[in-house]
């Protein structure tokens, strides 16, 4: 299967959770969000949405300040 991670083809041997793709390219850190084509997915979801073949995923970190 294949997806996009910010603007980067991946190919995934087999089905993944978002938590399981975040594991997989080592992205776990808090403050981590998530937006699956043009999507936010809630953080409490990442654990049993699926990722699905070409899926545009969107990873950033929040960054707070004034």
């Known amino acids: 299967m294949n997806i996009i991670v910010n603007d980067q083809v991946m190919t995934l041997s ?39 073949d070409g899926d545009n995923i969107l990873l950033f970190q929040a960054i707070a300040g004034g």
Do not use: D, F, K, Y
């Open 14 to 52: 087999t089905p993944m959770t978002v938590q399981q793709l975040l594991e997989h390219i080592q992205r776990t850190q808090s403050g981590t969000a998530l937006a699956i084509n043009q999507t936010i997915i809630p953080r409490s979801e990442w654990h049993t949405h699926q990722v699905n």
